[in-house]
């Protein structure tokens, strides 16, 4: 007997000294430095509610994603059917991932041919028709292969936001999938939101298109551009002044290149008369493709268009080797920076919304961790202060076992690196209020073994062996509704859901197993003639 | 001490009907308030945006709502936040940022322009989709329904059918009333008072399995009585915890609810309403319910 709880006693001094060492890091700001490499443990994470920063969801358009790959296939199809010689063949995108392809019926199997073997991804949609010595197909995107872009395009999203958020410069984020299209994104201890919120979102699409400067820009205003030319406006840059330059260009709607040629992309300071700039260095496939565009294309002008902006529109007086181009907007230096960094990171695969943001100040974060210590040392205190007068003896063991379930609740937090939050300190100090609830459940069991007649010993045996299904019963129900709001929680959420499991199950340890080892010992050195309860 | 003398003998089960009648009552009222009226939902349900300022002067609401100039419509709400004297206000804006673009800069530029800078601080900004507060509504009513029929499905497997049956219905009356309470209090619906109700689902069915454990318990002692025997005896043998383990909650509760700041107040308070109601439900609506079952499937029987 004796020797058994020594051995739980051990047990349950070891698992003291551990939880010290786990809880030391968060406790002591300034531990030497060769306490981090003998002992494991960081501080306690807080949650952005706690230290301030941004909560961002994002939304990725996938459908866009989605159609901007059914406009590429639709121009490689008809390439295709260029270099086969298959003349004749119209290839129009009906809506969203619809192709509607018109070929003369001789042609229909060569046709047919083509796109089962080049373009595997692409199913029928309707059974071909043929009318009038002309074949119509109706072609569209199968059920995995929308899957699969729609997965590739918030992957990839997801991939150059956190290339993005690296270069920014930000502590520990947070970016995951969420849910099918969403991406979770964590800044903690961020100062200026919103212009991450800007270098997040940007699409940063990077286009060099042709300017036609034979089309009259107010006649393509009010009457449309021509077929294969697009409207659109000049950036308004922050630098010098931020003139509005809302001016308008005919620009030939194919793009001779995009942005994804860029290997890296530098700050130029402001000059005399010009804002800020950013210089683009091409890889050597970029610098090939650049130098051919820019020596069949001398004396033209060629737009740098971003996201549908167009940022400047040098004519090109010469040939272009090397692989450099800059991009001018009277930008501020701020702007080309950010500038800079999307670029560098790369084009999202598809626009993206916010859809949901929370951005807690830093000074509303200390509050708020004060207003939770403050909370809980008093209902604490209270709890403790009832239990010793309601229960005396037995109500001070409660309260120890009560101190040390804290000890092991904070110490397991630190271990797992669980986010604590503000309803997570809550969730503790609801926990200590429930906790004695198993203390309560053994002691009033005890007293009724008393008051049957039972003597001290047998009693507290009897008491401990009929409480402990109902408390592992009451524990089980709390600890499920736990896990359901585990899994439908978000971030400051989740911290309660995760505090109040993990609470419950401290508590069984400290309120049955430990007060159960004090008995024991009790009667172990045979000095159970009384008790106090 | 003990607050409840042993061998105490309230016949609960004999007020079981006029229970029945009132929580009927005051359930219905609920309902057909939130058909009627409906909750007022934060923005984590509604969608739109929610902004803390705290000022170094005191600053009155009107004074902030001229500040906001065209930012502000008339469905903007400014209300007092916080501790009385701390001057911070919380705005509700019908639009979220991503429709308003840059809102915390426009807030600034605006405030700057009134109070000058320096003079207050952009403590908190949360903006919800329209699209996601749909989600959120509906996963949360749906995590609170399906903590509720897990319980029951618990209690069932752990006990006995009607058991289960019982407890359902008492956690249904203490979520119906905790929201009718918070509705009355004008509380708005967010994502931490799903995180209350949840919690009083898992608390308060722990009274009724106390309460089960030991009718199961008594019912292989005493074999001659009637069962309403039975249940009332364990109600009353397990009153003193069912008290206790309740009072030690509210304490921490009152705690959190005085000291614990404006985020955390809604959440105490759902949750104060909804122990009290817990108790009171485990001993006048469950029983009830396991009673009517019991005699129902007895006259079948015979």
Not at chain 1, 131 to 154: H, I
Not at chain 2, 230 to 243: A, D, F, G, K, Y
Request: overall charge neutral; charged content about 20%; proline content about 3%.
């Amino acid at each position: 007997m004796r020797k058994a709880v020594l051995t739980r006693f051990t047990i349950f001094f070891i698992a003291v000294i551990v939880s010290v060492i786990y809880l030391l890091p968060t406790f002591v700001p300034n531990l030497p430095s060769w306490w981090h490499s003998v002992f494991p443990g960081e501080p306690i994470r807080l949650g952005l509610d706690l230290q301030g920063g941004s909560h961002l969801v994002l939304d990725v358009k996938v459908d866009k994603a989605i159609e901007n790959n059914m406009e590429r296939m639709k121009l490689d199809l008809i390439n295709q059917l260029r270099e086969k010689a298959i003349g004749g063949v119209t290839v129009d995108r009906v809506e969203g991932t619809l192709l509607h392809i018109k070929a003369p019926a001789a042609d229909a199997d060569r046709v047919r041919g083509l796109f089962k073997s080049d373009f595997a991804s692409l199913i029928e949609a309707k059974p071909t028709q043929t009318v009038g010595g002309a074949s119509e197909f109706y072609l569209t995107l199968s059920k995995e292969e929308l899957r699969a872009l729609r997965d590739y395009a918030v992957d990839q999203s997801l991939e150059t936001i956190r290339n993005r958020i690296d270069q920014f410069g930000v502590s520990e984020p947070v970016i995951q999938r969420q849910g099918q299209t969403g991406i979770l994104i964590q800044l903690p201890g961020i100062q200026d939101p919103q212009r991450a919120k800007e270098i997040i979102g940007k699409t940063a699409l990077l286009e060099f298109k042709l300017v036609d400067d034979n089309a009259n820009v107010d006649d393509a205003i009010k009457n449309g551009p021509p077929p294969g030319r697009e409207v659109l406006y000049g950036h308004a840059g922050k630098g010098l002044g931020g003139a509005a330059d809302k001016q308008a260009y005919v620009l030939e709607s194919r793009a001779l290149m995009t942005g994804e040629y860029i290997q890296d992309a530098k700050v130029r300071p402001a000059q005399q008369m010009e804002g800020a700039s950013v210089e683009l260095i091409l890889n050597a496939s970029g610098a090939r493709l650049f130098e051919q565009i820019t020596s069949s294309n001398v004396k033209r002008r060629l737009a740098i268009v971003l996201d549908g902006r167009v940022y400047s529109a040098p004519v090109i007086q010469e040939r272009i080797g090397g692989g450099r181009a800059s991009i001018t907007g009277s930008f501020d230096i701020k702007e080309a920076r950010d500038l800079s960094i999307v670029l560098r990171a790369g084009a999202l695969p598809a626009p993206v919304e916010i859809a949901e943001e929370r951005t807690v100040g830093p000074s509303l974060g200390s509050d708020s961790i004060r207003q939770g210590v403050m909370s809980f040392v008093v209902g604490i205190t209270l709890v403790i202060a009832f239990m010793i007068f309601y229960y005396r003896g037995a109500g001070v063991l409660a309260d120890v076992a009560l101190v040390f379930h804290i000890l092991f609740l904070l110490a397991i937090l630190a271990a797992l690196q669980a986010v604590l939050t503000l309803p997570g300190i809550a969730g503790i100090v609801l926990i200590a209020g429930m906790a004695v609830d198993a203390n309560v459940l053994i002691n009033e069991r005890i007293r009724e073994e008393l008051r049957a007649g039972r003597a001290p010993r047998s009693a507290v045996q009897a008491g401990f062996e009929h409480a402990l299904p109902a408390i592992i019963d009451t524990n089980v129900t709390t600890f499920l509704s736990g896990v359901i709001l585990f899994q439908f929680g978000t971030g400051p959420i989740k911290g309660f859901a995760v505090t109040l499991c993990i609470g419950l199950l401290t508590t069984i340890i400290t309120a049955v197993y430990m007060t159960r080892v004090y008995y024991d010992y009790r009667v172990s050195v045979g000095k159970l003639a009384r008790i106090s309860i | 001490m003990e607050l409840i003398k042993p061998g105490i003998n309230i016949p609960f089960t004999k007020y079981r009907y006029i229970a029945v009648v009132l929580s009927s009552v005051v359930n219905l009222a609920v309902i057909i308030m939130l058909f009627v009226k409906g909750p007022i939902l934060g923005v984590d349900f509604a969608g739109g945006t929610v902004v803390q300022l705290k000022f170094q002067q005191r600053a009155s609401i009107e004074q902030v709502r001229s500040a906001l100039g065209s930012l502000a419509t008339t469905e903007t709400v400014i209300q007092d936040f916080g501790d009385p004297g701390s001057n911070e206000y919380l705005l509700r804006l019908e639009k979220t940022s991503v429709e308003l673009g840059s809102l915390s800069e426009q807030l600034r530029e605006a405030l700057t322009k009134q109070f000058g800078a320096g003079q207050f601080e952009i403590r908190r900004i949360e903006s919800v989709g329209p699209k996601v507060g749909r989600e959120l509504r509906q996963q949360g009513a749906w995590s609170v329904v399906a903590a509720t029929i897990m319980m029951g499905f618990y209690i069932w497997f752990r006990f006995d059918l009607r058991f289960g049956l019982g407890a359902v219905i008492a956690l249904v009356h203490d979520v119906l009333v905790t929201i009718g309470a918070l509705m009355l209090a004008q509380y708005e619906f967010d994502l931490t008072i799903v995180a209350a109700l949840l919690t009083i689902v898992g608390f308060s069915v722990n009274d009724t399995v106390i309460i089960c454990d030991r009718v199961r318990e008594n019912m292989r002692k005493i074999r001659r009585e009637s069962l309403e025997y039975v249940i009332n005896l364990s109600i009353n043998e397990t009153l003193s915890r069912t008290i206790i383990t309740t009072g030690t909650a509210i304490l921490v509760l009152i705690a959190l609810y005085v000291l614990g700041g404006g985020v955390i107040r809604p959440f105490a308070f759902a949750l104060l309403v909804g122990f009290f109601s817990g108790v009171y439900s485990t001993i006048f609506i469950a029983s009830p319910v396991i009673l009517l079952w019991d005699k129902r499937t007895v006259a079948k029987k015979k």
